[in-house]
């Protein structure tokens, strides 16, 4: 069967170049341009992953993005028109996979929407290993459940986070690069290498708030990040 992914797009054109384009890769793209009819379908369930504007008539996509997050943890791509959307799609915590600023390439977008698939379907078969063991002593990676736990407490991650996180906690100390980051996370290489920042800025935020006396991910320089094997 055929991933099935839904696009909210109120921007005809557009839409109908990324079903084409989606179409080309075997993808079956359904298509709304009302975020409230997007959201009841999500409801309904049956998708692999969602491509969501920011600017539609009846919300903003942020807004979808929170409400679905109440429910599932869907894939999301943002469709994003201006750099003051971008920011707030990699700084704010709603759970974003990836975002493409518009004007874009539909098979750009195609090629984004098949690496996240293919990382989605990798999540919880160990892809990368992570015994329960070998994490630094403060973190709990639940593959299982694909959650990361600190000193107990559950962290709120978007999918992004927490595949970098459970990628630096899998080999602490070892400094992972940007475009390693990136691609743990599934970010497509065009993505801009500051949104691994963000991410990691973001990380940082939600580790300090369970271990305040760990300073948890180390920055190297011109390096990438590395993640620090500290007492529980
Ligand atoms: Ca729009």
Not at 33 to 49: K, M, S, V, W, Y
Not at 84 to 107: H, N, T, W
Not at 171 to 179: C, H, T
Not at 210 to 225: E, F, K, N, Q, S
Request: aromatic share 4%; hydrophobic share 45%.
């Amino acid at each position: 069967m055929n991933p099935a992914i839904l696009l909210i797009e109120d921007d005809r054109p557009i839409a109908e170049n990324v079903v084409l384009a989606l179409a080309r890769d075997n993808l079956d793209c359904r298509h709304v341009t009302l975020a409230a009819e997007g959201l009841a379908l999500l409801r309904d369930g049956g998708f692999d992953l969602l491509i969501l504007d920011v600017g539609l008539p009846d919300a903003n996509g942020f807004d979808v993005c929170r409400a679905l997050r109440g429910f599932s943890d869907l894939p999301v791509i943002f469709l994003t028109a201006r750099s003051d959307e971008i920011d707030r799609v990699v700084g704010l915590e709603i759970g974003a996979d990836d975002y493409v600023p518009k004007p874009f390439s539909p098979r750009e977008l195609a090629a984004r929407v098949k690496s996240i698939l293919r990382r989605a379907r990798g999540n919880g078969h160990g892809a990368i290993g992570v015994a329960p063991s070998s994490g630094p002593a403060f973190l709990r990676v639940d593959e299982e459940r694909a959650c990361i736990a600190c000193r107990g407490q559950t962290l709120e991650l978007s999918r992004s986070e927490y595949l970098m996180l459970k990628l630096l906690a899998a080999r602490p100390e070892k400094v992972f690069s940007r475009a390693e980051l990136m691609d743990a996370a599934g970010l497509a290489e065009a993505s801009l290498e500051r949104s691994v920042d963000t991410h990691i800025k973001s990380l940082r935020a939600k580790l300090a708030a369970c271990a305040p006396d760990v300073d948890a991910i180390r920055t190297h320089r011109g390096l990438g990040y590395s993640l620090v094997r500290a007492k529980a």
